[in-house]
């Protein structure tokens, strides 16, 4: 199974950066992904890391560390619209994902 | 992207009654469908995979009587809650993985919102 740990709540000022970390224990793995999820919405994807290294996508970039079982979601010129609930997700040889809890960001003006 | 619908949007009903949700990949083939469960304020919990042309694997601690999935085509798999119970009430949430091609990405369906008065 995989254990997966990320803070609950972050909060952030509009225009700011944001890093949210994720640690996991994992007895396989196959990938790191970032969601984005909305209050009473499904969750859209973000990022994806399989090797180790910074995958950089326009304000967010996604870091992995397969050594340190470590991944961080960067949010760059934070936007009001960008307050929702970010979801680690490790995936394992079989397609699987699990989740972790979710860190619940806030943009104030 | 590719595309998963989810149907329906929302759902009520009454205690007892059995409900189906239906997830189809509109634009792929998906092999393999996964089945979320989420409760308020908490994260996605992995019920069950779905394989089409056979029986569906459940994660422990779900009952497969209860959640009957069937994946009947390349395109669509349905979630069934039998004799619903007020503790059922969840967002139930599907995910398709493409079939060739695949880039690791999961996509989602809209997922279902269900009340069990």
């Known amino acids: 199974g995989q254990n997966i740990d990320q803070p609950t709540e972050m909060t952030a000022t509009e225009g700011a950066i944001v890093q949210i970390n994720c640690t996991y224990q994992?007895?396989?793995?196959?990938?790191l992904f970032w969601y984005q999820q909305h209050a009473g919405e499904a969750p859209t994807f973000l990022s994806y890391n399989v090797l180790d290294g910074l995958e950089e996508k326009g304000r967010f970039s996604s870091f992995l560390s397969r050594s340190k079982g470590y991944s961080y979601l960067l949010l760059k010129e934070l936007q009001m619209k960008d307050s929702a609930s970010y979801l680690c997700?490790?995936?394992?040889?079989?397609?699987?994902?699990?989740f972790g809890a979710g860190t619940t960001v806030t943009v104030r003006a | 992207g590719a595309v998963v619908s989810q149907h329906p949007s929302w759902v009520i009903c009454k205690s007892g009654t059995s409900v189906k949700i239906e997830c189809r990949s509109l634009d792929f083939q998906a092999t393999t469908m996964f089945w979320y469960r989420q409760f308020p304020k908490q994260s996605l919990m992995l019920m069950a995979t779905?394989?089409?042309?056979?029986?569906?694997?459940?994660e422990q601690g779900v009952e497969k009587d209860k959640f009957l999935i069937n994946h009947a085509s390349l395109t669509l798999s349905t979630l069934t809650v039998t004799s619903a119970h007020p503790e059922d009430s969840s967002f139930y949430i599907c995910?398709?993985?493409?079939?060739?091609?695949?880039?690791?990405?999961?996509?989602f369906g809209e997922g279902s919102r269900l009340t069990v008065l």
């Open positions: 995910s398709a993985k493409v079939r060739q091609g695949d880039s690791g990405e999961l996509f």
């Open positions: 994992t007895s396989g793995f196959n990938g």
């Open positions: 779905s394989n089409e042309g056979s029986k569906a694997t459940y």
């Open positions: 997700a490790v995936r394992d040889g079989d397609y699987k994902l699990s």
